[in-house]
């Protein structure tokens, strides 16, 4: 496996302890949350500035992306049950496979399609599983999830395209939205209403170090050195190990049955169009010396 794939894995590694951690601190405004830890992360890359010299389409698709991915992934964890919030966000890798093709030169095969049939069919159980009410907030929070799924695809797949990029312009991303994101809090509200607590802190700064920091860094590696299809293929282990840190540290919340049903259709619906392309590489490499 090469170091773009093993990049990868880190990655999905430190993003499975986000929605735990995320969890923890609900009760801080999410402008505010985001805001904090975006700039605790954008921290170690600070001293690279010179290097942020970009066209202006770059930042705007890479702010838009990050600033837009955090808040509404926060403020849904705020809204509703986060488990299903969490399922719903891990859309995000199989929106990576399908769109692929929109961004590069590769394409799609029926395992793709199947997979992402499956990988939805995976999020409908998981929210069927959840108490039938007409609560707006928990309505909302589970669209605000799917929009966060969606624009995470595209921040990975537009930045992929830009392979001039130096990664400490991940730093320069952070530090606009979490500035963007810490203006629009001060502007909307008291900002001496909600003081964070020591452990609100280090659990802020945990997560600017590792799954909303680092982990922004060897992203941006893998995706420039990887086949973001089987990239976004590994991501579904995030789901898994999410779940997992989310049933071991947080009482109210219990992994059952159904869960791991939902978790086996959307990795498996995932895995089946990288199998799929395998043999269809094979089969080529069959016939051509034939030819």
């Known amino acids: 496996m090469n170091k773009a794939y093993l990049s990868a894995l880190l990655t999905i590694l430190m993003w499975s302890s986000l929605a735990a951690l995320t969890i923890t601190i609900t009760h801080i405004p999410s402008l505010l949350s985001v805001g904090l830890v975006l700039i605790f992360a954008s921290l170690p890359g600070l001293k690279y500035w010179r290097q942020w010299k970009l066209p202006l389409k770059v930042w705007l698709s890479a702010i838009i992306g990050m600033f837009g991915y955090h ?3 926060f403020d849904a964890f705020a809204r509703s049950p986060a488990m299903s919030v969490n399922m719903i966000q891990y859309l995000w890798p199989l929106f990576i496979v399908l769109g692929t093709p929109l961004f590069s030169h590769a394409k799609l095969n029926l395992g793709h399609v199947i997979g992402a049939i499956l990988g939805f069919s995976g999020v409908l ?6 108490p039938i009410a007409f609560n707006i907030d928990d309505l909302f929070g589970y669209g605000e999830a799917f929009i966060a799924a969606l624009l995470w695809a595209f921040y990975t797949l537009s930045n992929r395209r830009y392979t001039q990029m130096p990664m400490s312009a991940v730093a320069g991303f952070c530090l606009v939205s979490g500035i963007l994101a810490l203006s629009s809090y001060a502007l909307t509200n008291d900002v001496s209403a909600v003081i964070p607590s020591s ?3 280090i659990t802020i700064a945990l997560l600017g170090l590792g799954p909303m920091g680092l982990s922004f860094y060897t992203w941006d590696y893998a995706i420039r050195h990887g086949d973001t299809r089987i990239i976004g293929a590994l991501a579904y ?13 947080i009482p109210e919340i219990t992994l059952s049955p159904i ?15 990288q199998v799929i392309e395998k043999r269809k590489q094979e089969l080529l490499a069959k016939i051509e010396p034939a030819a």
Do not use: K
């Not at 869960?259 to 169009?273: D, M, Q, R, S």
């Open 71 to 73: 808040y509404l992934l």
């Open 125 to 130: 159980l998981t929210l069927a599983q959840e």
């Open 199 to 201: 452990f609100d802190l």
């Open 237 to 249: 282990l995030a789901p898994l190990l999410s779940v997992i840190w989310m049933a071991t540290f």
């Open 259 to 273: 869960h791991l049903v939902t978790l086996f259709l959307i990795i498996g619906g995932a895995y089946l169009g």
